[in-house]
């Protein structure tokens, strides 16, 4: 099918791009070469469709470990199998996650090679022919570029904002900034010129670009503290609509297949979702039951959601999302000169995260609960929008960032978090001379 055929091309011309410490070629007279891919507009989109593979792919890939660390960061996880080493680490925490743990190597690199990659597509963007199939090169490339800086400004306190030999190291709050820059970009593009029909049948399906743009604006201007761009483009994104990384059973879905199939590598904690004792879901929350087994058997794992097969679709974002987005954008500005009458509406708000039935939702997430009826002030609702990002958000990679920006307790061996960020992968500081000296907490 057309996921397999692309995912393997971009694939085989991701490694031809990635294998930077080969300096000798030996040519296959059948293979394309770097110089014919970039030319031709078919070889940028069989490209574009190997930025999805790197970034979603197994055990390997950016979606599994930046959703088993986060979780196993924060409580949210607990590993099943004392084999899995670096797993258990990081539900350790502290000074047990080391510069050789695998998993946060593999998010590093999963994430600085989709980030180079995309930059070659972006580069020769204007060798995709029509100007319809320029912007969906343009756009789809930002889209993945977005994602890695934006994930290892979650993880990692700097990070390469580009590809190259020692390359210079920028802070996290860069990384959020060329991320929202290079998606504005794109939207600008889009304006000028929408994706050709061309593009569009060539594509992976399942993003929906123009909302996941602005969904993606909206993210990482909330994690950047611009909380003006944060609400605007939030309340942009079509909240009807789904926007998904699709799998089948040659491109499966990660989290399905290295955790939740199985109960050999990690699970949630339970359905408090690792949460302290003051911000347990509510036992009448719909949520619940939709990413946990609350009474499973012996033999299955207690995680659901959006992995319960090869071929179950990873949302890109959530509508949820947004509407949390809204609300803690709304809550936070007050501090920084916002009206206080923002204190109501960001109630409002949360309020249709809240009340929303699994029906009226596009993805099936849905509370099902009674309307906000705590205190009406800053704090209060910044924690209450805290626990519903915990639990609408469950299992996205989110909670780290999420407990670092609303002050969780932690990094401690009792707190809600057992690290801040993560070190810097020893691979990068054998190799890379600018890498930081000290590794943060």
Same mark, same amino acid.
């Given at each position: 099918?057309?996921?397999?055929?692309?995912?393997?091309?971009?694939?085989?011309?991701?490694?031809?791009?990635?294998?930077?410490?080969?300096?000798?070629?030996?040519?296959? &007279?059948?293979?394309?070469?770097?110089?014919?891919?970039?030319?031709?507009?078919?070889?940028?989109?069989?490209?574009?469709?190997?930025?999805?593979?790197?970034?979603?792919? @197994?055990?390997?890939?950016?979606?599994? =470990?930046?959703?088993?660390?986060?979780?196993?960061?924060?409580?949210?996880?607990? !590993?099943?199998?004392?084999?899995?080493?670096?797993? !258990?680490?990081?539900?350790?925490?502290?000074?047990? /996650?080391?510069?050789? =743990?695998?998993?946060?190597?593999?998010?590093?690199?999963?994430?600085?090679? /989709?980030?180079?990659?995309?930059?070659?597509?972006?580069?020769?963007?204007?060798?995709? @022919?029509?100007?319809?199939?320029?912007?969906?090169?343009?756009?789809?490339?930002?889209?993945?570029?977005?994602?890695?800086? @934006?994930?290892?400004?979650?993880?990692?306190?700097?990070?390469?904002?580009?590809?190259?030999?020692?390359?210079?190291?920028?802070?996290?709050?860069?990384?959020?900034?060329?991320?929202?820059?290079?998606?504005?970009?794109?939207?600008?593009?889009?304006?000028?010129?929408?994706?050709?029909?061309?593009?569009?049948?060539?594509?992976?399906?399942?993003?929906?670009?123009?909302?996941?743009?602005?969904?993606?604006?909206?993210?990482?201007?909330?994690?950047?503290?611009?909380?003006?761009?944060?609400?605007?483009?939030?309340?942009?994104?079509?909240?009807?609509?789904?926007?998904?990384?699709?799998?089948?059973?040659?491109?499966?879905?990660?989290?399905?297949?290295?955790?939740?199939?199985?109960?050999? /590598?990690?699970?949630?904690?339970?359905?408090?979702?690792?949460?302290?004792?003051?911000?347990?879901?509510?036992?009448?929350?719909?949520?619940?039951?939709?990413?946990?087994?609350?009474?499973?058997?012996?033999?299955?794992?207690?995680?659901?959601?959006?992995?319960?097969?090869?071929?179950?679709?990873?949302?890109?974002?959530?509508?949820?999302?947004?509407?949390?987005?809204?609300?803690?954008?709304?809550?936070?500005?007050?501090?920084?000169?916002?009206?206080?009458?923002?204190?109501?509406?960001?109630?409002?708000?949360?309020?249709?995260?809240?009340?929303?039935?699994?029906?009226?939702?596009?993805? @099936?997430?849905?509370?099902?609960?009674?309307?906000?009826?705590?205190?009406?002030?800053?704090?209060?609702?910044?924690?209450?929008?805290?626990?519903?990002?915990?639990?609408?958000?469950?299992?996205?990679?989110?909670?780290?960032?999420?407990?670092?920006?609303?002050?969780?307790?932690? &990094?401690?061996?009792?707190?809600?978090?057992?690290?801040?960020?993560?070190?810097?992968?020893?691979?990068?500081?054998?190799?890379?001379?600018?890498? &930081?000296?000290?590794?943060?907490?």
């Amino acid at each position: 099918m057309m996921l397999k055929k692309y995912s393997l091309l971009g694939c085989l011309t991701l490694l031809l791009f990635s294998q930077n410490a080969c300096r000798e070629q030996y040519l296959n &007279p059948s293979a394309a070469s770097e110089q014919q891919v970039i030319n031709s507009p078919d070889g940028l989109i069989a490209l574009a469709n190997g930025l999805q593979s790197r970034y979603t792919s @197994g055990r390997l890939g950016t979606i599994y =470990n930046a959703v088993a660390g986060g979780g196993l960061s924060t409580r949210e996880f607990r !590993v099943l199998n004392a084999g899995n080493v670096d797993e !258990v680490a990081l539900e350790a925490g502290l000074a047990n /996650v080391t510069n050789q =743990n695998s998993v946060v190597r593999q998010l590093w690199t999963s994430c600085l090679i /989709v980030n180079a990659n995309a930059d070659i597509i972006l580069t020769n963007a204007d060798k995709a @022919g029509d100007a319809g199939t320029k912007s969906g090169v343009i756009a789809y490339a930002s889209i993945f570029k977005a994602l890695s800086l @934006g994930t290892l400004a979650q993880f990692f306190e700097q990070a390469p904002n580009k590809a190259g030999e020692n390359a210079p190291f920028v802070t996290r709050a860069q990384l959020l900034k060329d991320a929202i820059t290079q998606l504005e970009t794109a939207v600008t593009q889009l304006a000028s010129a929408p994706i050709s029909a061309k593009f569009t049948l060539a594509i992976v399906p399942g993003i929906d670009i123009p909302n996941t743009l602005q969904a993606l604006i909206a993210r990482y201007s909330l994690f950047a503290g611009d909380y003006t761009k944060a609400l605007e483009a939030a309340r942009k994104v079509d909240l009807t609509k789904r926007s998904f990384f699709a799998f089948d059973d040659n491109a499966r879905n990660p989290i399905f297949e290295t955790a939740f199939s199985n109960r050999n /590598v990690i699970e949630p904690v339970s359905a408090t979702l690792g949460l302290p004792a003051a911000l347990v879901p509510d036992p009448a929350d719909k949520r619940i039951p939709f990413y946990v087994r609350t009474t499973p058997s012996a033999s299955l794992n207690l995680g659901t959601g959006f992995a319960t097969a090869n071929n179950s679709p990873w949302p890109v974002y959530l509508p949820g999302e947004m509407l949390l987005i809204r609300a803690e954008a709304l809550i936070r500005s007050i501090t920084s000169g916002g009206s206080p009458t923002n204190v109501d509406t960001a109630i409002d708000e949360l309020n249709k995260v809240l009340t929303k039935t699994p029906a009226a939702d596009p993805w @099936g997430v849905g509370a099902g609960l009674p309307a906000y009826a705590g205190p009406r002030t800053v704090e209060a609702v910044l924690t209450e929008i805290y626990r519903n990002r915990a639990i609408e958000l469950a299992f996205s990679g989110f909670r780290l960032e999420d407990s670092r920006r609303f002050g969780r307790s932690g &990094p401690s061996v009792t707190g809600e978090r057992n690290r801040n960020f993560y070190p810097y992968p020893r691979t990068e500081r054998d190799n890379n001379s600018n890498t &930081p000296v000290t590794d943060p907490d």
